[in-house]
């Protein structure tokens, strides 16, 4: 599998940030997505169909639409700043994908 | 709480190993896929290798020739709520910091993450 996420996305603070992650497998498999900060293991943000793990605010989401998926981050917060990865999984032999990252700056 | 603590890291020669090691708590370890995912210094996530609940089967990265597939080994024992990577012929290309992650229970991502160990393959 292969997953394509832009380099980077900026955004003011308050306003939305969209993180795109595309590839083939993304039209029967929804990715997870981890949020990295500095220095910090990547945390999971969401998974499956967009659904949050308990902690993640409600600010986050994710949506798809064919082979692309899209990590939504409403009302940015100075916090949110970090490099964020999609990742997918073959279920058959388990083996596992991440995108390149996207480093999301909030100016 | 789950938690997951790695150590073993270090410096290492090319052509060294080294064992890393993953202490899990908070979770029936033995009910869970297991995962070892690394950073090299300035670069993005890569997976490493998984292995099922009774370490009967195991999965590695084989995506080009540095591949840490034949070099890499990982383990585990549910008895110890542990979770090993043993790394020989070390290279250059395998430092990173290596971190130990729960594979979800629907096998498609990481669920929960350790801190991370550094290794460095340095002459």
């Known amino acids: 599998y292969e997953l394509t996420q832009p380099p980077s996305v900026s955004v003011s603070p308050g306003q939305t940030a969209r993180i795109a992650c595309s590839g083939d497998?993304?039209?029967?498999?929804?990715p997870y997505w981890y949020q990295q900060k500095p220095g910090q293991a990547p945390v999971l943000v969401i998974f499956?169909?967009?659904e949050r793990p308990s902690g993640i605010p409600e600010r986050f989401s994710g949506s798809s639409s064919g082979t692309t998926v899209t990590l939504t981050i409403s009302g940015v917060q100075a916090e949110d700043e970090a490099d964020y990865y999609c990742q997918v999984a073959d279920i058959i032999d388990t083996s596992v994908t991440f995108g390149g990252g996207t480093k999301l700056t909030v100016l | 709480e789950v938690q997951l603590v790695e150590s073993g890291g270090g410096s290492v020669q090319p052509g060294g190993s080294l064992r890393l090691s993953c202490a899990a708590s908070g979770f029936t370890f033995s009910y869970y896929w297991m995962s070892w995912v690394r950073q090299a210094p300035g670069k993005g996530l890569e997976w490493v290798a998984n292995?099922?609940?009774?370490?009967?089967?195991?999965?590695?990265?084989?995506s080009h020739l540095d591949s840490p597939k034949g070099r890499f080994t990982i383990s585990r024992d549910n008895a110890k709520n542990s979770l090993y990577l043993q790394m020989n012929s070390l290279r250059g290309e395998d430092t990173a910091v290596y971190y130990c992650?729960?594979?979800?229970?629907?096998?498609?991502?990481?669920?929960?993450w350790g801190q991370g160990t550094l290794v460095t393959v340095s002459s």
């Open positions: 992650a729960r594979f979800s229970s629907g096998r498609d991502g990481f669920d929960f």
């Open positions: 497998v993304l039209s029967k498999q929804f």
């Open positions: 292995i099922i609940q009774d370490g009967s089967e195991k999965s590695y990265v084989n």
């Open positions: 499956k169909d967009g």
